[in-house]
Structures are given as structure tokens and as C-alpha cells.
């Protein structure tokens, strides 16, 4: 119970308890708003009836401003959910390109791969696009499974320019 001390007051005890290891521990806020967006997405693909459709890669990432989105891509949809509260399906044989910017460390998220998308939506002019940027941890499977379900090729490694050697014909020797 308690104690009353010199100056009158009641002090409580606690009880005094082993520190034993909890085996399940409470999820973060984070952890929690993963899959709280997770969730959301499932719903969108439920709304398009995809359920016949090749589930190829789903996770978190980050938008371009660094919000905490989820993804999910599917062989004919690629479903998003930002914690801000956008979200966006987009039909695979809508996105007209990907492009990715090689992997940085970003401070406190580790090594991102900045991927932009850009999309064709019906209702818009036929030369017209919308862009979708994120932020993809390096390791994300996201990435190929996007360009396996949009039927993007990766991008060709730049090949290493020939060094140039100065010609020799028609320059004198130094010192001549």
C-alpha cells in the first residue's frame, strides 16, 4: 500500500515487478500506419475486382516530400496509399515510363532509389502525363515488378565512353 511520509503526504509504492521480456511488444505509430495504408490498398484492388490478377510485390515507401506510402503492384494495377490520405490506382498499360535515379543515402531512411512514374490517365489529352514521384529502399522489390507489370525495360548501363589517346601524327616531339 502506501506510506504517509514526515510531511504528511501519501506516497504510493509500486509494485515491485521482474523485469521479464514481453513476447509481443506494441506495435509503433509507424508500424501502425503501414498497416493502416496496407489495408487501405487492399480495399482499392478490391474496387477493381482483381482478384484474378498476379499479385507481384507490395510494401512502404516514401513520396518525393518524404510522406509514408504503400504500394502494391499486381500484373494490371498499381495501387498507392500516402499517409496524407491520397491514393491512386493506376492501370499498368496506362504508365508510359520509370524512370530511377541511383541509389543515395538519405539521413535516417538509409539508401533510397528515387523512382519517378509517368502515367497517362483516359480522361486526359493523348499527349498529356501525369508523374508520381517515391522514394524505394534500395532492397524494394517494388521496383522490378513495376517494370515487369508496365513492360518497362531497365534502364541500359551507360557504356564507358573509349578513353581518347592524343594521335601522335604530326605533333614534334618535345624538346625538337
Not at 551507360?158 to 616531339?173: I, L, N, R
Amino acid at each position: 500500500m502506501g506510506e504517509v511520509d514526515r510531511r504528511g503526504f501519501l506516497r504510493l509504492r509500486r509494485a515491485e515487478t521482474a523485469d521479464e521480456p514481453s513476447e509481443e511488444r506494441e506495435p509503433s505509430a509507424k508500424e501502425l500506419q503501414i498497416r493502416e495504408l496496407a489495408e487501405y490498398t487492399a480495399t482499392l484492388l478490391a474496387d477493381v475486382e482483381s482478384e484474378n490478377e498476379e499479385r507481384m510485390a507490395e510494401g512502404h515507401l516514401l513520396t518525393v516530400p518524404y510522406d509514408l506510402a504503400y504500394m502494391r503492384v499486381t500484373s494490371e494495377h498499381i495501387v498507392f496509399s500516402v499517409v496524407t490520405g491520397f491514393s491512386a490506382i493506376l492501370q499498368a498499360s496506362d504508365v508510359r515510363a520509370f524512370d530511377t535515379e541511383p541509389p543515395i543515402e538519405a539521413s535516417g531512411y538509409g539508401s533510397l532509389i528515387t523512382g519517378l512514374f509517368h502515367s497517362h490517365h483516359p480522361a486526359d489529352p493523348p499527349a498529356v502525363t501525369r508523374s508520381y514521384g517515391f522514394r524505394f529502399p534500395a532492397e524494394s522489390p517494388l521496383i522490378p515488378a513495376i517494370r515487369t507489370a508496365c513492360d518497362i525495360p531497365e534502364p541500359e548501363e551507360p557504356e564507358a565512353a573509349p578513353e581518347e589517346t592524343p594521335a601522335d601524327e604530326g605533333v614534334p616531339p618535345a624538346g625538337s
